[in-house]
């Protein structure tokens, strides 16, 4: 009853219109399906996305090649293995492919499988996905960090932040959180309205209006915090990611205009910054290899979680170098950026054990696949970063995790932030 029977998988399309995999496992008289997400600012130690490049049809976007993969190879590799052995899956997946970026197989196809294995896996036990990971009882749910404007790679306004996010830091409960969060965002869009610039949203679901100024967003934001009678910095939090890989150049950066600074000057900035807005949270705030500047910020802020994405690429070996360097206090975590459940559920465990925060995390690209609000529970992490109240992908994984909450009932708990 729990043995692969094959694996089947087809190209269906993201949320920004590209092709992506889902894959479908498959049992005697049962299956289960898995959409792979994709990233736009992706750091260069990601695993390898896997896509027919050379082929124009899909302006070389297609992954048929994968698909074909997946539909050869991994299945026939997996065949007769047991769905409840999500380790041994992966590691045979990690070993057909050999190499360490998982460039033959394509970390796209191995995921896809390995979601689909774990969700199979919970399906035949017929228990709630979320019960499968790491925590079995005591299950919290996570605080989101909700995307409201976007700028960066993720919209074409020309704001250098990527991510201007809130967090509902008062909330008793997620569904309190959403309220919270609904409140701020209407509030934001009314305000935006009023300044007759367009209420259209990015990729994540944030608006997109079009202004160019860092403090133009986080005023806007402020305002829409305290016309819902919150108070910036304790009911409401206003956090950001940087993205910071795509404001580098020699050594400096042009986070806060655009001119390039240097290490420390951006420092300075980011401190009048946290200070003026009660900024709560900052990831990514230096390039991918800046190591010292990292450590720097952590050693010249205090209550700041600072949270490494493109530095940590869900990769334990870089997790570890970036504790030992004090890099950040806080990790994202994005399951396509390693590649499969057994790895990402490993470099959980350790930046948990080593005192991080885990912020799970969907990707610019997502789907209608609601796996990351089970992982945020299953896993107790911290915080939760799928984007706004819009666009179906994102607010789909709120609507499961209010699920979740309902289905806990009054065992139901928020995380703790701090
Ligand atoms: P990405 O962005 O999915 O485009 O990489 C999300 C992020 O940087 O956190
Ligand atoms: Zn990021």
Redesign the pocket.
Known sequence: MSKIIKVKARQVFDSRGNPTIEAEVFIKNDSAKAICPSGA?TGTYEAFEKRDYKNKKYFGKSVLGAIKLINLKISKKLKGESIHNQEKIDSIMINLDGTRQKMKLGANSILAVSMAVKKISAKQKKIPLYKSFLVKKNFKLPYPLMNIINGGAHANNGLRIQEFMIRPDSAKSFTDAMRICFLVIKNLSKLIKNKRLSTSVGDEGGFAPMISNNKQALELIVLAIKKSGFINGKDVSICL?V?ANELFKKNKYSIHSKNFLSVDKTINEYKKMIRKYKIKSI??PFAENDWIAWNKLMKSVNKVQIVG??LYVTNLERLKKGFLNISSNAI?IKLNQIGTVSETLEVIKFAQIIGFKTVISHRSGDSEDTFIADLAVGTNSNQIKTGSLARSERVAKYNQLLRIEEELGKKARMNKIH
């Open positions: 600012s990611d993205a990831e990514d994405d493109d994202l």
